[in-house]
């Protein structure tokens, strides 16, 4: 498997990333394709964490999501296609909502990196709070709803991003935190439409296709790999 992968950063680097550990929170849109990245260069261990199913409005945008797992919790859909890449992939999920109260319980532990996929606002400030405060590298999505421009994808420090609604909000509510070890994916492309329409528990539902929120997910796994690339064994 990781054949081509050495080609590319030796073994020295293949190592690096066997003994690796993340934690990815998220396994939808964005999450399921840094999954993919993630597993697919070899990171050794790696925790999953999601409190959602899949449902048939995942199979436009989530790499997870197929006619076979409709219905099925996505931690376990998602361990279960890690160890159908890399049957040596320490992985394990975590079946619970990231919020206040489990975010402690969530990055407890040794880990290299976090890299967070979820999209609720106050869920996301709590997570990324506590990492900041454990001083946890972080990669972090912001929102890739409602984007068709794939090149209008950016990467850079939270507190320097600009256009996406989301990271405002992010950068208000962790004005008081040190967010220096945080590394956001964002759209620098203005939102195309406003949301529309609210599901059964009141939540926006937002426009997607398949595209930007893969560049979000590959770009994210990317940016933790060449971190992890450069850390000392």
């Known amino acids: 498997m990781s054949e081509r992968t050495s080609l590319l950063i030796g073994d ?3 190592e690096k990333l066997r003994r690796s550990s993340v ?4 396994c939808g849109a964005v999450g399921g394709y840094a999954l993919e990245g993630l597993v697919r260069s070899g990171v050794g261990h790696i925790r999953v964490v999601d409190h ?3 449902s048939e409005s995942n199979l436009n945008r989530q790499i997870l999501a197929t006619t ?3 219905g099925r919790p996505k931690v376990e859909v998602a361990c279960e296609r890690a160890r159908s890449i890399n049957p040596d992939v320490d992985i394990s999920g975590m079946d619970v909502l990231v919020n206040e109260s489990t975010v402690s319980e969530i990055i407890d532990g040794e880990f290299d990196v976090l890299v967070d996929a979820i999209d609720t606002l106050r869920n996301k400030t709590a997570l990324l709070r506590c990492a900041s405060e454990k001083g946890i590298r972080t ?3 912001m929102g890739a709803a409602l984007h068709m421009d794939t090149q209008a994808v950016r990467v850079a420090p939270l507190m320097k991003t600009k256009t996406c609604p989301l990271a405002a909000s992010l950068r208000k509510a962790l004005r008081d935190c040190d967010t220096s070890m945080i590394t956001a994916v964002y759209s620098e492309e203005p939102p195309v439409v406003k949301p529309s329409e609210r599901d059964d528990h009141g939540k926006s539902v937002l426009g997607s296709l398949p595209a930007v929120p893969a560049v979000f997910g590959f770009t994210l796994a990317n940016e933790a790999i060449r971190f992890l690339l450069e850390k000392s064994l």
């Open 139 to 141: 990669f972090s999505s």
């Open 52 to 54: 959602d199913v899949f």
């Open 68 to 70: 076979f797992t409709v």
């Open 12 to 14: 020295e680097g293949i």
């Open 23 to 26: 934690v990815l929170c998220g």
